[in-house]
Every structure is written in C-alpha cells, then in structure tokens.
C-alpha cells in the first residue's frame, strides 16, 4: 500500500505561484506512475499531470499545459506540482495519487485527502 500526503495549498491571487507536495510512504514510491488531479465544486475529477516512475515522462491536461510543472524526487518519496501563473479556474481541491500513468482516475489505486487551491482575481 501507500499512503499520500499532500501540502502546499493556499489563496493566492491570479498570477501567482504555488508549489504543491505530496509525501508518500508505505510500499516504494518509486515503483509507482504519480499524478495530480484537481476537482472543483459540483465538477468532476480532473486530471491535471503525471509524471512515470522514472520521472523520465510527462503528461500534462491542455489546461495547464505552459503553466504548471510535475516533478518527483524518489530519495525524498515526494512528487511536486509547480504552479505558475495560476487562473481563477484553477480553483479546486487537488489530489495526487499513485498508480498507472493516464487521465483516468480509476487508475489510481491510491489517493492522498487533497489540498485546497483558491485562486482569487
């Protein structure tokens, strides 16, 4: 299993910067593809990057594409999402989770409880 633990959250206004982190622990983060997901009220979830366990690969939603950064560093079992130029659209929950690389979340066995991002104009 892994558990995963996310921080970094805040309000911010339209242009700012925020860095999320999500700390794992449990079976070797390594072995696993990471993504981070955000889902707003009354939305469904979405997906917004990914990086492969090597960290060799990345996938990023159009939305964020330019703007935002997923990276890992597997010594300190962290994977982190570099948020530039934030929106007001960005405004959600963001969740990062574990498992097969993809937009789709059910290929995420693993979940953290989520950080909240507001994003104000």
């Known amino acids: 299993q892994v558990q995963l633990v996310e921080s970094g959250g805040g309000l911010v206004q339209a242009g700012d910067s925020l860095r999320l982190s999500c700390a794992a622990s449990?079976?070797?983060?390594?072995?696993?593809?990471m993504a981070w997901f955000r889902q707003a009220p009354g939305k469904e979830r979405e997906f917004v990057a990914a990086?492969?366990?090597?960290?060799?690969?990345?996938y990023y939603a159009d939305s964020v594409k330019g703007r935002f950064t997923i990276s890992r560093d597997n010594a300190k079992n962290t994977v982190y999402l570099q948020m530039n130029s934030l929106k007001p659209e960005d405004t959600a929950v963001y969740y990062c989770?574990?498992?097969?690389?993809?937009?789709?979340?059910?290929?995420?066995?693993?979940w953290g409880q989520g950080t909240q991002v507001t994003v104000s104009s």
């Open positions: 989770a574990a498992g097969a690389v993809g937009p789709a979340p059910n290929k995420y066995p693993y």
């Open positions: 990086i492969t366990w090597s960290g060799s690969t990345r």
């Open positions: 449990g079976r070797t983060f390594s072995s696993y593809a």
